[in-house]
């Protein structure tokens, strides 16, 4: 099943898909910015989720009740357990598993492996169908050349530092500062480590696992929005059931070290994750998605460094480095290269689609009025 996107850009709608798009790189980009005391203060990853989640469910379920109470379709057993997919995977699993991987690692290796995340999506939404790859054509060549160089943009970032071009290197963080590592249960503990598994192994599996899951949330979402119109709707159930699996882990999980108060700071960052990063950018990601295509939504993941690096530099007085322009650079031109190519796609599409109308006219107009005078002629 192929699901047809206005990708390329050519409406308004689009357009404005492309612009929320780049917005909720922003939002991700203060995020990080604001969240990265919180969880330097050693606030518990599961507690951080669990409280986000809430607030986000909190907002969501109430206004989605509201809005969409006539184009909300009726509940199905596939519906339901596609929203049990979405929460699983975009929600659950994405973002305890890039937390938890975080604390594993260090945060210059958990920014490298998120360019994985539109290569992930491009894989799986083309062994669904849901997007449309033929290499041999200008368009398909475009589109896989797009994404390497959008990638290479946000690797270059990650790796390459560089001089400063804008405010100076004084008292800037190392990149590798160490975080507060999460604490592994013992029995999990030991039977990791009894396959060689530490815990820089398991951090990278975590943040491996992180790339999948929004990649198959993106896949999986694209082809549920062709059936079930209701995009705060899809997004509200995936946090309800997003939530529930994060209660579950936090009460499996709990113990008497698990710390549930906040700080004021903690608080503050709890409460933009979940009304913005969580609520607004969800909900902006769901319709972007129906419009634009997984494949091109994942795209826009690498300019999180490029936002997070800008609002550093805004608020926090970080220089901004000759690598991180370079890959910005790059990987505007990765997302020009994908846009036009669907672009192009969606053009050819419609003019397939009405020759092929005019074509089915032309038969029955001829059907209705008798052959035709030279048909005749040759006839008597």
């Not at 469910?57 to 109470?69: D, G, H, V």
């Not at 590798?176 to 530490?198: C, K, N, R, V």
Request: contains cysteine; charged residues 10%; hydrophobic residues 50%.
């Amino acid at each position: 099943m192929e699901i047809s996107h206005g990708g390329g850009g050519g409406g308004g709608e689009a357009r404005k898909a492309h612009v929320a798009m780049a917005c909720v790189q922003l939002m991700s980009g203060g995020y990080h910015v604001i969240t990265k005391v919180a969880l330097n203060g050693g606030v518990d990853e599961i507690v951080f989720c669990l409280y986000r989640d809430f607030i986000a469910l909190s907002i969501l379920a109430p206004i989605a009740y509201l809005r969409e109470k006539r184009t909300r379709p009726a509940m199905t057993g596939h519906f339901l357990f596609t929203f049990f997919l979405l929460g699983l995977t975009g929600i659950f699993g994405n973002q305890l598993l890039f937390l938890l991987g975080l604390g594993y690692t260090n945060p210059t290796y958990a920014a490298a492996l998120q360019p994985a995340i539109p290569v992930f999506t491009f894989i799986l939404a083309a062994m669904m169908g849901v997007e449309t790859l033929n290499v041999l054509k200008i368009e398909g060549q475009a589109k896989v050349g797009g994404t390497v160089v959008c990638v290479s943009g946000a690797i270059l970032m990650v790796l390459f530092r560089g001089p400063s071009v804008l405010g100076y290197a004084h008292h800037v963080q190392t990149q590798h500062q160490e975080t507060m590592a999460p604490e592994i249960p013992g029995l999990m503990f030991s039977s990791l480590a009894s396959f060689g598994i530490d815990t820089w192994h398991l951090g990278v599996l975590c943040l491996i696992g992180n790339c999948i899951c929004m990649a198959a949330f993106l896949a999986i979402q694209a082809p549920l929005l062709a059936k079930y119109p209701a995009n705060l709707s899809v997004t509200a159930y995936s946090y309800f059931f997003g939530t529930i699996f994060m209660v579950v882990t936090a009460v499996a999980m709990s113990n008497e070290s698990v710390n549930w108060t906040l700080t004021w700071s903690e608080i503050w960052a709890v409460v933009y994750a979940g009304i913005v990063t969580s609520a607004l950018s969800y909900g902006l990601i769901t319709w972007s998605n129906k419009i634009l295509g997984p494949a091109l939504v994942a795209l826009y993941n690498p300019l999180q460094p490029a936002a997070t690096a800008f609002l550093s530099r805004i608020f926090l007085g970080s220089p901004i480095y000759l690598g991180s322009v370079l890959g910005g650079l790059l990987i505007i031109a990765g997302l020009y290269l994908v846009t036009w190519a669907t672009y192009r796609e969606k053009q050819q599409a419609a003019a397939l689609g009405v020759y092929r109308s005019r074509s089915t006219e032309s038969l029955i107009s001829q059907d209705f009025s008798g052959p035709s005078p030279s048909l005749a002629k040759s006839i008597d």
